[in-house]
């Protein structure tokens, strides 16, 4: 879409490390869009801080900073409040059903008028089977589904697993499919001969689901067979102060540097380009999340040209594995250490795989991504039951 938007937009979002509602913002400011962006903290670690801010001409017009005396969990029951007034907008953009419904009140009262679900992950029993917060979360995100102009998923598998949980009538929302990307022009690429650093990269949340510990013994084993490997763990999480010490105990000191979060995601994609090989060691879990997703990381590791070493937990797995030359092991760290050695140690296997990461990611450039869309929701906005902002 190369025509200018004289639209106004709000996004509202729980998180502050790249993926979708930024890089929706990045794609609107650019083209002259009039945005808002309201995030708030999604995780314990970043604080009690609630990040506004505005867009205007292509640039940041406004930055304020709030903060409330909850941090996460506890704060998203404050979320609706903060900022007490959002300015009218042509579509709201909401990244969890309790964002979405705020912008359905915001409909409600003629302050914006197309409101959009956009699931950012899919999580059956999300609070526990018996948690009462789970069934008010289904009922939320259930209302979201039926009542916004529109649903994004990001994933087939997620659209399928939530309708079917969700018991969502045919008249619910239209759903599309907006996977996972990557500013594919501006992300550096590793070097054709990447594979000589030995450099391995873990990106993400250090939490349970990762695989954190698996990797660190991976590495272990691999400096004790003579792979003289190093590697970066970029993210932060409730586990990162136990991953040190076990990183400590096994001897990890001098090769592995914990980044912890890096704000600055042109810093995170120099920092991948610098590796050799990206590893996603998902824990194997009945109804964890990574099984419903498209997870960021993986589109991050791919713009960067870096072969995969991961486990076969995401829904697209078998194809990263055929198409974009990802190689799949089990969730064992004697597993995990015989696959990154076998892509590191074939300079002609690595280069392959490097050039398939980077044909695959291709089509997953998010300026690709959004255009059907925002060129549907354009559409719905000059139909004439669409009631102009008053």
């Known amino acids: 879409m190369s025509t200018e938007l004289d639209r106004s937009f709000a996004i509202v979002a729980n998180g502050f490390a790249d993926g979708p509602a930024q890089a929706l913002r990045d794609y609107l400011v650019e083209r002259g869009a009039r945005v808002i962006t309201i995030l708030h903290p999604l995780t314990r670690e970043q604080g009690s801080w609630h990040r506004i801010a505005t867009y205007a001409a292509g640039r940041r017009a406004s930055e304020r900073v709030v903060r409330v005396p909850l ?7 404050l979320d609706p409040f903060v900022p007490l007034a959002v300015p009218p907008v042509d579509v709201w953009f909401g990244f969890n059903p309790l964002a979405c419904a705020r912008g359905l009140l915001a409909r409600k009262r003629n302050r914006a008028r197309l409101v959009v679900l956009w699931s950012v992950d899919f999580t059956p029993d999300r609070f526990g089977p018996r948690n009462p917060a789970t069934r008010i979360y289904d009922w939320l995100d259930r209302l979201s589904c039926i009542h916004a102009d529109a649903h994004v998923e990001l994933s087939e598998a997620a659209r399928a697993a939530r309708s079917r949980r969700l018991k969502l009538p045919t008249s619910a929302a239209p759903t599309y499919i907006v ?8 992300t550096p690429k590793t070097d054709v001969d990447g594979f000589r650093k030995h450099r391995v990269v873990f990106l993400g949340h250090l939490n349970q689901t990762k695989g954190l510990e698996v990797l660190l ?3 272990s084993l691999l400096r004790s067979r003579g792979d003289h490997v190093v590697a970066d763990i970029i993210g932060t999480g409730p586990l990162e102060s136990s991953l040190r010490a076990q990183a400590e105990s096994l001897g990890l000191r001098e090769v592995l540097r914990f980044h912890g979060f890096v ?5 995170v994609e120099r920092l991948l380009a610098d590796a050799s090989v990206a590893v996603a060691p998902y824990r194997p879990e009945e109804g964890a999340m990574t099984a419903y997703a498209d997870p960021g990381k993986l589109k991050a590791y791919l713009a960067a040209g870096l072969p995969i070493v991961m486990t076969e937990v995401p829904p697209n797995a078998s194809e990263l594995a055929s198409k974009a030359g990802a ?6 760290e004697n597993a995990l250490a015989k696959g990154i050695a076998s892509v ?27 255009e059907d869309l ?4 354009l559409r719905k906005l000059t139909r004439p039951e669409t009631n102009p902002i008053t």
């Not at 996977?179 to 501006?186: T, V």
């Not at 704000?263 to 810093?267: A, G, L, N």
């Not at 002609?348 to 291709?362: H, P, S």
């Open 179 to 186: 996977p996972m990307g990557a500013w594919i022009g501006r």
């Open 263 to 267: 704000s600055e995601h042109r810093e």
């Open 344 to 370: 590191l140690n074939s300079p002609v296997e690595w280069r392959a795989r490097r050039r398939a990461a980077l044909a695959y990611a291709g089509r997953f450039d998010w300026s690709v991504l959004f």
């Open 374 to 377: 925002v060129r549907d929701l």
């Open 217 to 219: 013994h991976a590495l």
């Open 71 to 77: 941090a996460p969990p506890l704060s998203y029951l």
């Open 327 to 332: 190689e799949i092991v089990s969730f064992d």
